[in-house]
């Protein structure tokens, strides 16, 4: 009788795995909680201690670790020395192990996880044991991953069983317990103030798209199981997510991350803001966005930083969009966008403020840095002119900077009733990225006349203050630090404009 060992933390599907096993003439063997489970279904099983001849020990810490689970699963049988040694031990050949893990990377998921806590989610005896059926998978059947329990169950009833299935079972293994090592690794590994020596890197082939960001470009989308990104997206409705649409759909749901109390919309092209406001409602946000550069808007992916209604649903459907994103969906504003069959609705979590790594490919390696969160720290502040901002251009420069930070360098926007309505991105010069702002403000029919200024990097010189003057804008917010600031304040104070210095800039490459 061959002989099945299951032991799992996650329990989908588990019961009826082991009872169509046994109705194949398996012996099931099992551990603590899986046993009580599996007995619960009327599956019969053997305890693991009477298999060992030793009880489970240290609160369960100690139950599988002991030479007749691992020499039943090392064995090999082609090799008669092997087999003749389980016999001389008495030692019976395991066959097939069905183990997921600990939850580990689910546990410091959360923001209260404590140490202690933490190091008992990790696995010891599960990776040892699928480690060595798949080191022994031409004789071994390793089972991971919940997902095959069905197509395991089909190769043994039709006993079409050959190496590349057992492969397949085996490299799921060890890409497995790779990405639970990497995940405690990089957990201890973790503190504020230093970079580890080594980041371990593991990602999760989720799906395989069209192309990239080109037809000619093969590409496939990888989680890192971080618990708030691409691997709990969901795709409610519309045609298959594109490379292009995704890298949109992050840079959506960042970009209205920083207003978590207010209801704003962003109009994302090529990952970068042409429209974005704050509103009394998700409607109104979408409209004050809309307006922001409506010609731009057409192809473009809209989010939203909570959640969706009908009301906006309705107010979307006269515009063409390729996708529109939030943290949740009402199910009558699906309706409404279900109108459009090929519209892409994707339910994403917004971005936490937890500490985490942001990488960025180079040839032949990474370069890693801290995550960019939006903070809204004033401290570092100051007013740089003769006059101070009114009430209401303070409350427009706080928007145009938290709104600035998600514009490609050299960004500038110009802000009116939190509400951009002209944003200049990604142009060599500073003073370009001013003009285009200015530029796409009256070409939207927006007057930037007693418009707010926000510069995610200091002014290099004064041509950029004297362009804003000239359009009538009031107020600035900028870093400061050139070396030409004197100059640059100097200029403002001349237009009686008001400048704020945040100390930091806000690159975007």
């Known amino acids: 009788m061959p002989r099945a060992l299951i032991s799992v933390s996650d329990k989908r599907g588990v019961v009826e795995f082991a009872r169509k096993l046994s109705e194949l003439g398996w012996d099931v063997v099992s551990t603590g909680g899986t046993a009580a489970a599996l007995s619960q279904g009327g599956v019969t099983v053997l305890p693991i201690e009477q298999v060992t001849g030793f009880p489970e020990i240290l609160d369960g810490r100690v139950k599988t670790l002991h030479p007749a689970v ?39 998921a959360r923001t209260d996880v404590k140490l202690e806590d933490a190091i008992e ?75 580890p020596p080594v980041v371990s890197l593991v990602l999760e082939r989720t799906q395989e798209l069209r192309y990239g960001e080109n037809p000619y470009q093969r590409a496939a989308l990888y989680s890192t199981r971080e618990g708030r990104g691409v691997d709990v997206m969901k795709q409610l409705h519309g045609k298959e997510l594109s490379f292009n649409n995704l890298l ?22 090529h990952t970068t803001p042409c429209g974005l406001a704050l509103g009394k409602t998700t409607e109104e946000a979408y409209r004050r966005a809309l307006a922001t550069d409506p010609k731009s ?32 969906f009402q199910d009558e504003a699906l309706e409404v966008f279900r109108r459009k069959k090929n519209l892409r609705v994707v339910e994403l979590p917004l971005p936490d403020k937890r500490h985490a ?38 409350r427009d420069l706080r928007f145009g900077w938290a709104a600035v930070a998600s514009v490609k360098s050299n960004a500038i926007l110009l802000a009116r009733d939190e509400a951009a309505i002209g944003i200049g991105a990604g142009q060599m010069s500073r003073v370009d990225s001013s003009f285009i702002a200015v530029h796409k403000a009256r070409d939207a029919g927006q007057d930037p006349k007693g418009s707010v200024l926000a510069s995610d990097a200091f002014f290099p010189f004064a041509d950029g203050v004297e362009q804003a003057a000239e359009a009538g804008v009031t107020a600035i917010i900028q870093p400061g630090g050139s070396v030409r600031d004197e100059e640059v304040i100097a200029a403002a104070d001349a237009h009686g404009m008001a400048v704020v210095l945040t100390g930091n800039r806000q690159f975007r490459h």
């Open 70 to 108: 691992h020499g039943g699963l090392l064995a090999r049988r082609d090799v008669p020395a092997h087999m003749d040694a389980l016999e001389e031990h008495g030692l019976t050949p395991i066959d097939l192990v069905a183990v997921n893990l600990y939850p580990f990377r689910e546990t410091v």
């Open 357 to 394: 790594f942001d990488y960025k490919r180079v040839r032949g390696g990474f370069l890693v840095q801290d995550r960019f969160v939006y903070s809204g720290d004033e401290t570092d502040w100051k007013i740089a002119t003769k006059r101070k901002p009114s009430t209401e251009e303070m």
């Open 248 to 269: 949109d759909i992050e840079a959506a749901s960042v970009t209205v991350a920083p207003w978590p109390d207010r209801p704003a919309c962003v109009v994302i092209k």
């Open 121 to 195: 989610q990790i696995d010891i005896g599960g990776p040892s044991m699928l480690r060595s059926a798949a080191k022994n998978h031409s004789h071994v059947l390793p089972v991971v991953d919940p997902r095959d329990y069905d197509r395991v169950i089909d190769a043994l009833t039709s006993q079409q069983i050959d190496y590349s299935f057992r492969r397949d079972l085996a490299a799921k293994v060890f890409s497995h317990t790779a990405g639970y090592d990497a995940a405690i690794a990089a957990y201890l590994s973790h503190d504020a103030d230093l970079f």
């Open 297 to 328: 808007a057409f192809g473009s992916v809209v989010g939203f930083n909570t959640v969706v209604g009908p009301e906006t649903a309705e107010a979307m459907s006269s515009l063409f969009v390729e996708a529109v994103v939030a943290p949740m």
